[in-house]
């Protein structure tokens, strides 16, 4: 064997011996490190079947200590030290040379080596060569059938098996057993030492003899691997982001869908759209991600507040369609069109979800759904008065669904679709036997209420009170009684039945205390307790319907009505814009509204409503009124340039519209009011050539007056017919007219004022009473001063709202009787006048300071100085005055000799 062979033997045996899975320990490179570097320690150690080409890891073979490390030792003697039943791992023949073995041993550093030979130039040491030098060493070693003497025996040490983990810290290899000191075991470090010196040696001497061959390989190695970065650098394919891999897997999907689905079914809504984002925004196309979508789409559409907006409608139903685009074909996507329909038709869009209802029909007629989208459907077309497309469609369901659980339901809606166009007895005749198959449930009750309905618009009351009479006296069950009860009491009250009508809806808000039928019946039962006088009691009902039922618009509307009429208009404007907030905005609410904070002198929210009014309806009527009304609002809260600017605007606006007329009245007013009568005049005189109505021409003649225009407003006051006004604007024309005749004629004119009061009770206002009591002063007709007085306090005792007119009255008669020095009369009206004014108004304060006065004028001294103490110690405008008097009054008892009682404030003392 030549040294050339010799040399390559030796390389494999030392790449074959180490061990490249078990790490040096610290000490052992640090050992190796300070040894120098010897030929004598290269060892030769090669496998008897060839060189090792492992096609998976083997276990490490146990290695015996090799008997003489002289280079030149022959390597038949190296293997035949080896025992018989030394446990070498042998790889088979067919295992060695596999592609993917081979690749396993190659690192990144010899990736240009792992090339295939014809890429490499011929100077290269190829695989053949290498082999074949290796088989040459084994002939000439070991041949076949050659036996050696065994060596002597050592002990072998077995390599821990270890199974590889990833990125795990290496382990520190296992100490060998103590060997005798004649041997060194072939894993110590001094064995590991001489290896690696093996190894570096065999490099060496391959180096220096094949420089060229070696230098070649290093070369091509290089440019291939330079050839391959460049050309993979340059053809990169994007590829899904492992971010996104380890973000969202199916796995993940599916868990965040099982934990949604049992979030819905116990109802948070809100923490299931939650889980599901948490996956959706990355997840993969796929069956899971539709599941999961339109299960969102399902939390999301039963999250939803009631009442349901504009936007978040708008919002939900293009989720909807976006989902719809992107799995049209899902199981799910009839549920999800039925969820689109129902939230257009609950924002009032029905138009638009009729059409979803029809595309429904068409595209998944045949789905397992297709009753509740008929039923639906239906429902929606009696909606829209589609009385022959309605019943199509309950026709259609009773027949291709027969044992649906809407079957009922659908044939009741099938009687009204025909009521609706117009077949009375058709329908009749389906209502009758829902009766008949029904006759103690709710669906029964519902017939015999569409029966006794068709009787009630006919007129026939009796025939609807036997029918409705008859089976709540038969049914066994209340279900679905309230609607008889609440058709039935109307029936009554038809009838002229009112004790009756009372009765049953009493009976029904006590027996069915959260139907809607229930809030209808405290709306019809505060009507006839008003229609019987008992405005007070249909207050405190319609007070409590609206406590219960807060979102009922109707029933706020009607608690409006009775507060304003009973004289709480500031009251009754809040109820009004409750109204408005859970009902759909009027205009006609909105003015009423701001009328009503108007007149209980709440500008601000006056103002505010007539703003709102003006901002969603500009052009209506309604807003063109409040405009005008707003505009009066201003210029009393000082607004003087902003109001006439708004009402010339208005007047020129509205030119040829009925909304001129009213523009032009307050225009007219506002000048009367800011005394350029002359403006008034004119302006006024527009509105009675505009129009001849009395109505008109009456508002134009109170103008008139208002502005001091007496002689022009007495002449247009003289051609109005009065007959053919309205209360409001017959009194208020003909107190004006009177007035202006008092100037002229007092006693007559004190004769059209009474006749004004007698005519027109309810029509009467604090200025009129006003006006009335300061004629009969004037004229000095005390008595009826003194009856106006008291009817006055009657009406403020019925009504608290109606004081501050008492308060007024009353110290307009105290004063003229203590001008007249009545003073004991004069304390009763100034202590009526103290006892009903409101404790932060200066009205009080005067009333009490005026009643000393009297007090002391009549001789009740000392009453009258303990009153004045009271005042001086409050923060009363009089509190100065009041103290002066009583140090006057208690100075003029002590001349005369009469007792004083004592000051009763250090403020009065001194």
């Keep these: 064997m030549d040294e050339r062979d010799s040399n390559t033997a030796e390389l494999d045996v030392a790449l074959s011996d180490l061990d490249m899975d078990s790490p040096l320990a ?39 200590k090799v008997p003489s490390s002289t280079p030149d030792a022959p390597v038949a003697e190296i293997t035949a030290s080896k025992s018989a039943t030394s446990p070498v791992a042998v790889i088979p023949p067919s295992d ?124 091509v190695g290089i440019l291939g691997s330079l050839v391959t970065y460049s050309f993979l650098s340059a053809h ?76 978040e409608t708008e919002q939900l139903v293009a989720e909807i369609d976006r989902v719809l685009k992107q799995s049209r074909t899902h199981p799910r996507a009839p549920e999800a069109l039925l969820w689109k329909a129902d939230l257009l038709q609950r924002t009032g869009d029905l138009p638009s979800a009729r059409s979803v209802y029809l595309e429904l029909l068409e595209d998944f007629g045949n789905g397992p759904h297709l009753d509740q989208m008929l039923f639906r459907a239906g429902e929606l077309a009696l909606s829209l008065k589609r009385g022959d497309e309605a019943a199509g469609h309950f026709l259609r369901l009773l027949e291709q669904v027969p044992g649906s659980t809407l079957g009922a339901q659908a044939k009741l809606g099938l009687g009204d679709a025909q009521a609706l166009s117009g077949k009375p007895d058709e329908a009749r005749r389906v209502y009758t036997q829902l009766t008949q198959a029904y006759p103690d ?94 405005e007070r009691e249909a207050l405190r009902i319609i007070s409590r319907g609206a406590d219960r039922f807060p979102r009922d618009a109707e029933m706020l509307r009607k608690q409006a009505e009775l507060l304003k009429k009973t004289g709480n208009p500031a009251a009754a404007g809040q109820a009004l814009v409750a109204a408005l907030k859970v009902g759909k905005p009027e205009p006609g609410l909105l003015l009423e509204a701001a009328r009503s904070f108007s007149k209980a002198g709440e500008n601000e929210e006056a103002l505010e409503t007539y703003e709102r009014l003006l901002l969603l309806f500009p052009s209506s009527p309604e807003g063109i009124l409040g405009g005008v009304e707003m505009a009066e609002v201003e210029f009393e809260a000082g607004k003087v340039r902003v109001a006439l600017g708004r009402l010339e605007g208005l007047s020129i606006a509205a030119a040829g519209q009925p909304q001129q007329l009213p523009a032009l009245l307050a225009l007219g007013r506002v000048y009367g009011k800011l005394g350029l009568t002359a403006r008034a005049a004119d302006v006024l005189s527009e509105v009675t050539r505009i129009s001849t109505e009395p109505e008109v021409q009456a508002k134009a003649a109170v103008a008139l007056f208002d502005s001091n225009e007496w002689d022009e407003g007495m002449a247009l006051a003289g051609r109005i017919d009065a007959s ?148 001086a110690a409050s923060k009363s405008a009089w509190a100065d005055d009041a103290a002066i008097r009583a140090n006057y009054v208690r100075l003029d008892q002590r001349l005369h000799g009469k007792p004083v009682p004592a000051p009763q404030t250090a403020e009065v003392q001194g």
């Design 441 to 534: 449930q709710a669906i029964g009750a519902e017939a015999v209420a569409r029966l006794g309905r068709i009787a009630f618009d006919a007129a026939q009351y009796d025939e609807t009170v036997r029918l409705l009479e008859g089976r709540l006296e038969t049914a066994t069950s209340i279900k679905g009684n309230d609607r008889l009860y609440l058709l039935l009491a109307k029936a009554y009250r038809a009838q002229g039945r009112t004790e009756e009508t009372e009765r049953v809806l009493r009976e029904l808000i006590e027996f069915f205390p959260d139907t809607q039928d229930t809030a209808a019946a405290y709306v019809e039962l505060s009507q006839v307790l008003e229609a019987l006088n008992r």
């Design 236 to 311: 990169q394919v994007r590829l899904p982001g492992t971010e996104t891999w380890l973000a969202v897997s199916p796995s993940d999907i599916k868990g965040a869908y099982r934990s949604a689905q049992n979030l819905v079914a116990l109802g948070r809504f809100p923490e299931a759209i939650r889980e599901l984002d948490a996956v959706l925004a990355e997840a993969p196309p796929g069956p899971e991600r539709a599941d999961a979508a339109y299960l969102r789409l399902e939390s999301a559409y039963k999250s939803l507040p009631e009442p349901i907006t504009a936007k």
């Design 724 to 871: 053919k006004l309205s209360n409001d604007s017959g009194y208020a024309l003909l107190v004006r007219h009177a007035r202006a005749m008092m100037r002229a004629d007092p006693e007559r004119g004190l004769e059209k004022m009474e006749h004004a009061f007698q005519t027109y009770p309810q029509a009467r206002t604090s200025e009129g009473d006003q006006w009335l009591l300061e004629a009969y002063l004037a004229a000095n007709q005390t008595a009826r001063a003194r009856a106006l007085v008291a009817d006055l306090e009657t009406r403020a005792k019925q009504d608290r709202a109606r004081a501050p007119a008492l308060v007024k009255g009353a110290l307009t008669w105290g004063d003229a009787l203590y001008e007249r020095e009545d003073y004991r009369t004069a304390v009763e009206a100034y202590t009526l006048a103290a006892t009903y004014s409101d404790t932060a108004d200066t009205s009080a304060d005067w009333a009490k300071y005026q009643q000393a006065n009297a007090l002391c004028a009549a001789g009740e001294v000392n009453h009258g100085i303990a009153l004045y103490d009271e005042i």
């Design 26 to 64: 610290r000490e052992t490179l640090d050992k190796l490190l300070a040894e120098p570097a010897t030929p004598e320690s290269d060892t030769v150690l090669k496998n008897e079947h060839g060189p090792i080409t492992p096609s998976a890891r083997p276990e490490p073979p146990v290695v015996e």
């Design 96 to 219: 060695a040379g596999k592609p993917d073995a081979t690749q396993e041993l190659v690192s990144t550093e010899n990736l240009a080596a792992a090339v295939p030979a014809e890429h490499a130039e011929e100077t290269v040491l190829s695989q053949d060569l290498m082999d074949s030098l290796v088989k040459e060493v084994q002939a000439e070693a070991a041949p076949l059938g050659t036996t050696t003497a065994p060596a002597p025996a050592v002990p072998t040490v077995q390599a821990p098996k270890t199974t590889p983990k990833r990125k795990a810290a290496p382990a520190t290899p296992t100490p060998a057993p103590p060997q005798p000191t004649a041997e060194k075991s072939p894993s110590s470090p001094a064995a590991t030492s001489t290896r690696i010196r093996s190894l570096g040696a065999a490099m060496g001497r391959l180096v220096r003899r094949h420089p060229v061959r070696l230098g070649a390989s290093l070369a």
